[in-house]
């Protein structure tokens, strides 16, 4: 008999935990519950920037087994804590557009990675589960990205036009008819 609780119930490892989808997941999780309290002070939002970084050079790492696959994610990393440090420093639009180029470069970058290690060959895990959902997480990280990157370039692209301002001659008509 054998204590481990998965080989006790046979040959069936589908509930099995503790990949990296698992983690990269929880970790997700974790940040979005975190982020509203790491607003505010410079310490925080550059801690905004580095957890999930940190987060997806790691799951990036170990989804790829390419040494230039990891390479690359931690580049683009490093490139967009610069920039994300150079923003806080300068407030410049020109470096905050720059900074939310490369964060959503870098997660459809992660994401693309892992989607190959989810439709890679082999059973079907708890842990590619779990890396399926952090893909679409990581997808809809990419997509703020890109919003608010045109927010950045155009400010206001976003906002609904107010209501145009009545003329002097509709308000006549308005406060003057008989009704």
Same mark, same amino acid.
């Given at each position: 008999? /054998? /204590?481990?609780?998965?080989k006790?119930?046979?040959?069936?490892?589908?509930?099995?935990?503790?990949?990296?989808? /698992?983690?990269?997941?929880?970790?997700?999780?974790?940040?979005?519950?975190?982020?509203?309290?790491?607003?505010?002070?410079?310490?925080?939002?550059?801690?905004?920037?580095?957890?999930?970084?940190?987060?997806?050079?790691?799951?990036?790492?170990?989804?790829?087994?390419?040494?230039?696959?990891?390479?690359?994610?931690?580049?683009?990393?490093?490139?967009?804590?610069?920039?994300?440090?150079?923003?806080?420093? /300068?407030?410049?639009?020109?470096?905050?557009?720059?900074?939310? #180029?490369?964060?959503?470069?870098?997660?459809?970058?992660?994401?693309?990675?892992?989607?190959?290690?989810?439709?890679?060959?082999?059973?079907?895990?708890?842990?590619?589960?779990?890396?399926?959902?952090?893909?679409y997480?990581?997808?809809?990280?990419?997509?703020?990205?890109?919003?608010?990157?045109?927010?950045?370039? #155009?400010?206001? @692209?976003?906002?609904? @036009? #107010?209501?145009?301002?009545m003329?002097?001659?509709?308000?006549?008509?308005?406060?003057?008819?008989?009704?």
């Amino acid at each position: 008999m /054998t /204590t481990d609780p998965v080989k006790a119930q046979g040959d069936s490892e589908i509930f099995r935990f503790g990949g990296f989808g /698992t983690v990269l997941l929880i970790s997700l999780l974790a940040f979005f519950g975190l982020y509203p309290l790491l607003l505010g002070e410079i310490a925080g939002r550059l801690a905004g920037g580095l957890i999930p970084a940190v987060i997806l050079v790691s799951s990036a790492a170990t989804a790829s087994r390419s040494r230039t696959h990891r390479i690359i994610g931690i580049v683009l990393a490093i490139f967009a804590l610069g920039l994300q440090l150079d923003w806080l420093e /300068t407030n410049n639009r020109f470096v905050a557009a720059a900074d939310a #180029s490369v964060f959503a470069i870098f997660f459809l970058y992660t994401a693309l990675l892992i989607f190959r290690h989810v439709l890679s060959f082999g059973p079907v895990y708890a842990d590619r589960v779990h890396a399926a959902l952090s893909d679409y997480i990581l997808l809809a990280l990419s997509w703020a990205f890109i919003y608010g990157l045109i927010e950045i370039i #155009s400010p206001g @692209a976003f906002s609904l @036009a #107010s209501p145009r301002p009545m003329r002097r001659r509709d308000r006549k008509e308005r406060t003057c008819s008989p009704t």
